[in-house]
Structures are given as structure tokens and as C-alpha cells.
């Protein structure tokens, strides 16, 4: 089974820095990584697919980079809206990673 | 506009059995994988299991195998998820979620809350 595991588990930050989350495979995983938002009270959102493609409505604020073992998600500017929870999944098992969370500082 | 219900959820003990359900609209089910992706209380995302569009192909966490069984029915545009031997630990928030053409998980319900308790 593919263990993905994300860092930092918090991160605080002040609206309009930059977000950097990671996410590390423990076997290669090709580009076949997703990232989901969840906010609290609400169902995960996908964000990113295939390491670097935008669902479709996500805001170009977040990118996404990585193949193999690691990966990154990126919120270029941080908005109000975007304190949230972020989980990576690998598409060959669909395991996620146990989250970042990303809070207001 | 994708729509996914699911139902069944409730307070059961331990060892007893549960049936959850996903009623799909507004898509043609019957093209798309589904699966099931449970979060325990203040935890994580956990991958629970999966279906292929014809049901000829199903997957399974280890930590239901065995005692969970997932199913469709086309005709009902449903999903379901037979859950046998309940633990503590299967205490979650049962969602389930339509895998788009790319593999992942681009519409979920709003999950249905499974408690094992005594």
C-alpha cells in the first residue's frame, strides 16, 4: 500500500501570504496525485488533478507541482476562504494523506 | 446539477450490521466508478471502498475487508455499502463519491454518520 504523507501538519499564515503544502509518496506515484480542500461542516473539494491540473471552477491562485515522490500544492495569495483543510490522494489505491491544516495566523 | 444522497447511517452496537445507501441524479450513473470514503470524528480522510461502472470490479480498505460489501444498482442509479461485524473504530462520517473520467473524486454526497456504540 502507498503511504503519502503530508507536511507540515499546521500551517499558520495571515491572508495574502503564500501557502506551500507538501505531500511525499512512498513509492512513485507518477503524476497521479489530487488535492482536496474541506472546509469544516462541508465534503472535500478536488482541487488539483494529476499533480498540476485545475478542477474545473478552482481559482488560479492554487497550483500544483511534483511527480514521482513529491508534490506540492501552492495557494499563490491566501484568501479568507481558504482556511481549510488540504488532503493529497494517489489514484492507484486512493489512499489521502492525514491533511495539512492551513489557519489564520 | 450532480447530486449524491446517501442514507442508512444511525447508531448501531458493536458486531451488529448496516446497510448505507447513495441515490445518484443528474448524471448517467451507470458510466461511473463510485466510491465510499469514510472520516472518523476530528480525523482524516480514509478511502473505504470502490466500484467499477458495471460492478465487475470492487476494491476494498483492509481495515473493512471482509466484512464490508459494496454494490450497485444501476436501474436505482444506487450505490450501496453493506457493513457486517461493526466496530468502534468504523465510527465516521460515510461519503460517498463519483470518480470522474481522470480517476479521482470530483462530486461527493454529504456523508451519512455511522456510530458503533453499546
Known amino acids: 500500500e502507498i503511504v503519502l504523507t503530508q507536511s507540515p501538519a499546521t500551517l499558520s499564515l495571515s491572508p495574502g501570504e503564500r501557502a506551500t503544502l507538501s505531500c511525499r509518496a512512498s513509492q512513485s506515484v507518477s503524476n497521479y496525485l489530487a488535492w482536496y480542500q474541506q472546509k469544516p461542516g462541508q465534503a472535500p473539494r478536488l482541487l488539483i488533478y494529476?499533480?498540476?491540473n485545475r478542477a474545473t471552477g478552482i481559482p488560479a491562485r492554487f497550483s500544483g507541482s511534483g511527480s514521482g515522490t513529491d508534490f506540492t500544492l501552492t495557494i499563490s495569495s491566501l484568501e479568507p476562504e481558504d482556511f481549510a483543510v488540504y488532503y493529497c490522494?494517489?489514484?492507484?489505491?486512493?489512499?489521502f494523506g492525514q491533511g495539512t491544516k492551513v489557519e489564520i495566523k | 446539477e450532480v447530486q449524491l444522497v446517501e442514507s442508512g447511517g444511525g447508531l448501531v452496537q458493536p458486531g451488529r450490521s448496516l446497510r448505507l445507501s447513495c441515490a445518484a441524479s443528474?448524471?448517467?450513473?451507470?458510466?461511473?466508478?463510485m466510491h465510499w470514503v469514510r472520516q472518523a470524528p476530528g480525523k482524516g480522510l480514509e478511502w473505504v471502498s470502490a466500484i467499477s461502472w458495471d460492478g465487475t470490479s470492487i476494491g476494498y480498505a483492509d481495515s473493512v475487508k471482509g466484512r464490508f460489501t459494496i454494490s450497485r444498482d444501476n436501474a436505482k442509479n444506487s450505490l450501496y455499502l453493506q457493513m457486517n461485524s461493526l466496530r468502534a473504530e468504523d465510527t465516521a462520517l460515510y461519503y460517498c463519491a463519483q470518480r470522474n473520467i481522470h480517476g479521482y473524486f470530483e462530486y461527493w454526497g454529504q456523508g451519512t454518520l455511522v456510530t458503533v456504540s453499546s
Open positions: 443528474g448524471f448517467t450513473f451507470g458510466d461511473y466508478g
Open positions: 490522494q494517489q489514484r492507484s489505491g486512493w489512499t
Open positions: 494529476d499533480a498540476s
